[in-house]
C-alpha cells in the first residue's frame, strides 16, 4: 500500500515536471524563433526560468502545481530510494 502511494505520488511528481518542461521548451523555441531581433526578450525568460518566485507570474507553473510540488518533493526526500516494479 505505501509503495502503490509512493509509487502515485512519483507519477504526480514527474507530470508535473514533465508539464513545467514542456512549457520551457515550447516558450524557448519560440523565443528563438520570433524574437531574433530583441535578445533582451531571451534573456528575461530565462530570468523566469531561473527563480521559482516567478515560476507562475511567466505560466511556468500554476501556483497550486508549485505547493503539490514542493509537497511531494518534501515528502519523496529520503534518499530517493529505489521504487521496484510489480
Given at each position: 500500500?505505501?509503495?502503490?502511494?509512493?509509487?502515485?505520488?512519483?507519477?504526480?511528481?514527474?507530470?508535473?515536471?514533465?508539464?513545467?518542461?514542456?512549457t520551457?521548451?515550447?516558450?524557448?523555441?519560440?523565443?528563438?524563433?520570433?524574437?531574433?531581433?530583441?535578445?533582451?526578450?531571451?534573456?528575461?525568460?530565462?530570468?523566469?526560468?531561473?527563480?521559482?518566485?516567478?515560476?507562475?507570474?511567466?505560466?511556468?507553473?500554476?501556483?497550486?502545481?508549485?505547493k503539490?510540488?514542493?509537497?511531494?518533493?518534501?515528502?519523496?526526500?529520503?534518499?530517493?530510494?529505489?521504487?521496484?516494479?510489480?
Amino acid at each position: 500500500m505505501v509503495k502503490d502511494m509512493e509509487l502515485k505520488a512519483y507519477k504526480m511528481l514527474a507530470q508535473i515536471r514533465g508539464s513545467m518542461l514542456s512549457t520551457i521548451e515550447r516558450e524557448a523555441r519560440n523565443k528563438v524563433e520570433y524574437c531574433k531581433d530583441k535578445p533582451e526578450e531571451s534573456q528575461k525568460w530565462m530570468g523566469h526560468i531561473a527563480n521559482p518566485e516567478k515560476w507562475d507570474f511567466c505560466g511556468l507553473l500554476r501556483k497550486e502545481d508549485k505547493k503539490l510540488l514542493e509537497m511531494l518533493e518534501y515528502l519523496l526526500d529520503d534518499g530517493m530510494t529505489d521504487i521496484q516494479e510489480r
